[in-house]
């Protein structure tokens, strides 16, 4: 496994952008595919972006094609997803995940071996 920290969250105005961080210790960042999910109050963990282990494959949910994306910098053990023009319905917690197996990025949650804790990102109107 391979410790996650998230960073980059918090209060953004509707149309404006945010980049969240994910932070991997440890020397086998690039054998893992990545993923971002959020969860919102009372809602079900949902599928945001994956991209594989080079970089050079990417997927995304059809709520934030086109404005966010998912990035990775191996040399930084380190995955972003940049949000731009967020949304009220955005809101949620954003998690990331580190997936051991898969070689092409997947939108299943239950492949993924490691998770971080979280960071709250808040869009408002």
């Known amino acids: 496994q391979v410790p996650l920290v998230e960073s980059g969250g918090g209060l953004v105005m509707a149309g404006d952008s945010l980049r969240l961080s994910c932070a991997a210790s440890?020397?086998?960042?690039?054998?893992?595919?990545m993923g971002w999910f959020r969860q919102a109050p009372g809602k079900e963990r949902e599928f945001v972006a994956a991209i594989d282990r080079s970089g050079s494959s990417t997927d995304y949910a059809d709520s934030v094609k086109g404005r966010f994306t998912i990035s990775r910098d191996n040399t930084k053990n380190t995955v972003y997803l940049q949000m731009n023009s967020p949304k009220p319905e955005d809101t949620a917690v954003y998690y990331c995940a580190a997936d051991r197996w898969s070689l092409i990025p997947t939108r299943r949650g239950q492949v993924y071996d490691t998770w971080g804790q979280g960071t709250q990102v808040t869009v408002s109107s």
């Open positions: 440890g020397r086998t960042f690039n054998r893992y595919a």
